[in-house]
């Protein structure tokens, strides 16, 4: 690789490096082409970049924003995952995809400019998704308004019965 062609990758890693939410830091050995192609496919369709970068331009990247800490998850076969829009996809699908694939290793991950550990990024890939989420706050704000219409409507219908009663009666 010329040297223009390296400064490009650096200063793309560099970007990516401070722009993206979440970062997962892998190590690929052993996943055939098929499998590395799914891989692709799965992030890509969730909105997330997986590039193989070389070790020392990354090294060079993550110094340059001063993350030096960074560096030493840059050894061996290394791909990162950038998530742009959600922080938990890259974890999530990544997580998935070595529970089904033992050769796929997590290094380590980047959440909101931390480093965090392999666990962690576990971790990060339970947590329901932004949709689930919502949906869970939602539902939560429904059941107050929820019991106190059925509240209102257990007074109504105790009264409709007893006029029942009393028809009844007079019938």
């Known amino acids: 690789m010329a040297r223009p062609e390296k400064e490009a990758v650096v200063k793309e890693l560099t970007d990516k490096f401070s722009s993206a939410k979440s970062i997962v830091i892998t190590d690929y050995l052993g996943l055939n082409v098929a499998e590395m192609t799914e891989l692709r496919r799965q992030l890509r369709e969730a909105g997330v970049e997986f590039k193989v970068v070389k070790n020392t331009l990354a090294t060079i990247a993550a110094n340059q924003i001063e993350m030096e800490a960074m560096t ?12 742009e829009e959600d922080p938990v996809s890259p974890a999530k699908i990544l997580v998935d995809f070595a529970k089904d694939h033992d050769v796929i290793e997590i290094k380590a991950g980047l959440l909101n400019g931390e480093i965090i550990t392999k666990e962690k990024v576990q971790s990060l890939a339970k947590i329901p998704s932004r949709e689930v989420l919502l949906a869970q706050a939602f539902a ?25 009663q009393i028809k009844d009666q007079k019938a």
Do not use: D, H, Y
Not at 72 to 83: K, L, R, V, W
Not at 140 to 164: D, E, F, H, S, W
């Open 140 to 164: 939560n704000m429904k059941a107050p308004l929820t019991g106190l219409v059925n509240v209102l409507q257990g007074n109504i219908r105790g009264l409709v019965q007893v006029l029942g």
């Open 72 to 83: 030493e998850f840059f050894s061996g076969p290394t791909a990162i995952a950038f998530g």
